[in-house]
Structures are given as structure tokens and as C-alpha cells.
């Protein structure tokens, strides 16, 4: 029988461009250890575990072999879930079918990366198709300039509004003490960062991060046993739109508009600006930050720049957007779209201390990664119906 499924605690590493202290089980195994004193759980109590990182980028296999010395997972059923930059996500997703099937009571949830020991380009470049589309999109940022100059061409942003976004994020940081990017920036020094990909500049990316997450989900016959004021996961929704980036509607994620509008239907949400209190997004880019919440439904066409400026999105406005400081300031791949589901829960469950919006009922964490996969969770502060 289909259960109600909730995230009951969260474990962070504290993350860094380099962590030469420690290695994969032991960086893994911080998360966990922060997760379960959170839920003040111990780990007989885990019935399961899922796991995943981008583990091409290491050159090593089978993380949910290995890692169990780090996850606690000796003896226990182990699954491991790898979708590319979506990983952590896909993770959560995983998680919550897993309880919400009825299988398990209590399942540990870990994404991970040590991005220092990596070779993400090499490993990026052999996801597109050797013929049609490697000579071209090798690597990231060159997917992504073109994603910015389509939005650009056809609404008139500028690298201004980009890094508005930039901006937002990096003073967002300040207030988190595990992000690894923690200084502010203006629009002229974002500006004036080396250019990578027109209109993309250095501090409009992501850095690489070394860093862990791990999250506790329950079924709903114990959740709120564990913890007083559990996060409710009400929907989650995956799609991946392309196969080919030919095929892809440039300065338009698909895959986002998709999924949002699954979830907001199925579960009534009609005005998402005004409904939703919160977003932790999966924004490896300061455009996606434009592009994707009129995806989302939040603005319409064209509107970001101009919703943005006016503060809308930072903390204190209307629906604040990344209050953690997002993929700009932090990202250990594998563990990336797993943070945006656990600072999405702390928000929920009034954990988030300096970063907290108040009165948060319904908060949104998203996943992006591959060729414009999107993956979304709503996240609520009362048990689903």
C-alpha cells in the first residue's frame, strides 16, 4: 500500500574546491553521521540506502560496493542512481519511491563528489554524439552559452541581468556556513570576470566542489514519531527532453515548463508566485536563473530580468530563490540537486537558521543535468492528502 513519504533529517558537509583530507568513504560518511544526529536516529535504524555520484568523473565503479564502510550500509539493501548533474535529484526521487511503496520504513538517501579527484570536461564531452554534436558542444559551458544567447536574442536581456543573478546568489551564500564560494560580488565584477563562452563570464558558473549530503526520508506511520515538524514531499516529476542538442528550443527548458506543470496541476497549485514560498534551484549558471523560472510558470515570457531587479527573488522579497546561495556557490555534482532537496526541507521544517525565509508552507528543489533533464520535488509543511 502507497505510503506519505517525509524528509525527517539532513547532513551537509562543510564543502571546499578540495578536501586532500579525507577520501570518498570517510567525505560520505560526515553526511551521514550530521543526518542521522539530526533525526536522532543511528543507523541499525536505516532499513535501506541510496546512493549516487557522477562516478565516471572519478573513473570509479560501483559506489554502493565500496562506500559501505562510509554509508552504513553493510548488510543493508543498496541502491545506487547516477543521471548525470540530476544525480542528487534522481537520488531523492528514488528515495521517496522506495519508502512511498511500502518497502521500507526508513531509507538514508547520500550524493557525493570529489570533483578535485575528477576529469568532469573529458567525461562531459563523451555524453553528446561523437558526429553531430561533440565538435561543437564539448564540455558544459558551451551548452549553456548558447541556452543564454537564445534568451537573450529573443526577449533583449543582457549579461547585466545574468549577473543580477550572480550577485543575488553570492550575497545569498554569506548566510550559509557549508557553502564553498562565500563573498559577495558586484554587477562590474562579474562583468569583468574572464569571459568563458559569450555572454557567460567566470563568476556567472559554478565552482567544483568536494562535499557530501545525505537525507532521511519515512513513511508516514513513523515520520512525525522522528521529528515534530517533518517535511512532506507532496510530488516529484523527471523529464528529459532531448536526445539530439539540435533538437533543443534554445533560451526554453522544456524539461522544466514539463515538470511543473505536472506538479502544480496534480496537486492544485494554481498561482505558483503566490503559492510557493520558497525555491532552492539546480542553477549551475547566472541565465538559468532568468530562464528557468519562466519555465516554471513563475513569470511569464521575457519577465525575469525585470522581476528580478526589483528584488523579488532575494531573501526578503516576494519568493526568495536560493537562500542557501545555490549551485553558483556550492557544487559537489553528485550531492548538488540532493543540497537543493535538503535546504528545500530545512526551509520546511524551519531548520535553515541564518538562511531561513519565514513561514515557509510549500517549498520547490530542482535538479538539471544532462542534455536539459529536469527534476523537481515539492516539498510541503503539512501531510499531503
Known amino acids: 500500500m502507497a505510503k506519505r513519504v517525509a524528509i525527517v533529517g539532513t547532513g551537509q558537509t562543510f564543502h571546499k574546491s578540495h578536501r586532500p583530507d579525507v577520501n570518498g568513504q570517510e567525505i560520505i560518511n560526515e553526511a551521514v553521521q550530521r543526518a542521522l544526529a539530526d533525526a536522532d536516529l543511528k543507523i541499525k535504524d536505516i532499513d535501506a540506502i541510496v546512493i549516487g555520484n557522477m562516478d565516471h568523473f572519478e573513473g570509479i565503479n560501483y559506489v554502493d560496493c565500496w562506500s559501505v564502510d562510509g554509508s552504513g550500509g553493510v548488510m543493508k539493501p543498496v541502491i545506487k542512481i547516477t543521471t548525470g548533474g540530476t544525480t542528487g535529484a534522481s537520488l531523492a526521487i528514488g528515495g521517496n519511491h522506495m519508502v512511498g511503496s511500502g518497502m521500507f520504513e526508513k531509507v538514508l538517501v547520500i550524493g557525493w563528489e570529489k570533483n578535485s579527484e575528477s576529469d568532469t570536461t573529458g567525461a562531459i564531452t563523451t555524453a553528446f554524439d561523437p558526429i553531430w554534436d561533440r565538435q561543437v558542444f564539448a564540455g558544459a559551458i558551451s551548452g549553456l552559452a548558447a541556452e543564454a544567447q537564445g534568451y537573450m536574442a529573443r526577449y533583449g536581456a543582457s549579461d547585466r541581468d545574468g549577473a543580477r543573478v550572480s550577485v543575488r546568489d553570492r550575497k545569498h551564500a554569506m548566510n550559509n556556513p557549508h557553502a564553498q564560494l562565500r563573498k559577495e560580488v558586484t554587477l562590474e ?192 509543511k503539512k501531510k499531503p492528502n
Request: glycine letters at 12%; one cysteine or more; charged letters at 20%.
Open 189 to 380: 565584477e562579474v562583468l569583468a570576470s574572464p569571459m568563458l563562452a559569450d555572454p557567460i563570464h567566470l563568476l556567472d558558473v559554478c565552482p567544483r566542489t568536494d562535499g557530501a549530503c545525505a537525507v532521511i526520508m519515512a513513511s508516514e506511520d513513523v515520520a512525525e514519531k522522528i521529528c515534530p515538524k517533518p517535511d512532506w514531499i507532496w510530488k516529484t516529476a523527471a523529464r528529459h527532453s532531448y536526445a539530439y542538442l539540435g533538437d533543443a528550443d534554445y533560451g526554453r527548458l522544456v524539461s522544466m515548463e514539463r515538470c511543473a506543470k505536472e506538479i502544480f496541476q496534480k496537486v492544485g497549485i494554481k498561482e505558483p508566485r503566490k503559492e510557493i514560498d520558497v525555491i532552492e534551484m539546480y542553477q549551475p549558471y547566472s541565465f538559468a536563473g532568468l530562464i528557468w523560472i519562466e519555465d516554471m510558470g513563475i513569470v511569464g515570457p521575457g519577465e525575469a530580468p525585470g522581476y528580478i531587479w526589483d528584488g523579488n527573488t532575494d531573501m526578503g522579497g516576494e519568493l526568495p530563490v536560493n537562500p542557501s546561495g545555490g549551485v553558483i556557490s556550492c557544487n559537489p555534482i553528485g550531492a548538488t540537486g540532493l543540497i537543493r532537496c535538503a535546504e528545500a526541507a530545512m526551509q520546511v521544517m524551519g531548520k535553515a537558521e541564518g538562511r531561513q525565509v519565514p513561514d515557509v508552507n510549500f517549498a520547490v528543489s530542482t535538479g538539471f543535468g544532462g542534455c536539459w533533464w529536469t527534476d523537481m520535488l515539492l516539498h510541503g
